[in-house]
């Protein structure tokens, strides 16, 4: 089945630094590949996607960068703030699978 | 409703009991999901349903695991003889499009149960 590797585990930077969150994923096939937001005790919500035909996308201070040939895929915020704390999940959907797997989150501190 | 909307929030349950958690979708949603959160980890994957027919159940880790959605609408997850490792947040998720399709997933807050 499809396995995601999630790096690292938790990330501290002060506010305004950058923040950059990496996935890997084993089955060439997955052509989705979303990052979750979770904070404390709510909900996952969807922050940014993209598809197996997009390389970079962006949205104002988050991106997602995606290599299909390393199999590998990016979360990076810029200009952090305290609010941007929280758990932060990739995940990736296989073809004709019902489900996404997920990567088992980075913590990340933003302090100000 | 607006969102994706699950009761209890919060279920203790003694080891043995039987537990029912409920997930009120978005409306028109086709696609329901029931994963199950352990502390510190990611979403795993335990059903899908599309409208009423539960397509796939390969992440049930047990057959005390027990999911319905009779009418396309609200799903219930059951949990029979709840034992300790069952102790988790089950979140429910639901989406417009086939899970097959990469429409966006809408999670609720999830029901925390604690089998003491």
């Known amino acids: 089945g499809e396995n995601v590797e999630q790096h690292p585990s938790t990330l501290s930077v002060q506010e305004g630094d950058s923040a950059v969150i990496k996935c890997t994923y084993s089955?060439?096939?997955?052509?989705?590949f979303p990052w979750y937001k979770q904070e404390l005790g709510k909900r996952p919500q969807l922050i940014i996607d993209i598809r197996s035909n997009v390389g970079e996308k962006k949205d104002q201070r988050i991106a997602v960068t995606l290599n299909k040939t390393a199999k590998h895929f990016s979360l990076h915020i810029t200009e952090t703030q305290p609010e941007d704390s929280a758990v932060y999940f990739c995940a990736a959907l296989r073809p004709g699978y019902s489900t996404l797997t997920f990567g088992k989150g980075t913590m990340l501190l933003v302090s100000p | 409703g607006a969102g994706v909307s699950q009761s209890p929030r919060y279920k203790v349950a003694k080891r043995g009991q039987d537990v029912a958690l409920r997930c009120d979708p978005i409306s028109g949603h086709v696609s329901l999901f029931w994963y199950q959160q352990a502390l510190g980890q990611g979403p795993e994957f335990l059903t899908y349903f599309q409208n009423e027919a539960q397509l796939d159940k390969s992440g049930l880790p047990s057959d005390r695991f027990f999911a319905e959605r009779p009418e396309g609408s609200v799903s219930t997850l059951k949990i029979q003889r709840t034992q300790q490792e069952d102790s988790a947040v089950y979140l429910c998720a639901s989406s417009d499009g086939t899970a097959f399709s990469g429409n966006t997933i809408y999670f609720g807050e999830g029901s925390w149960l604690t089998v003491v």
């Open positions: 089955d060439s096939a997955s052509n989705y």
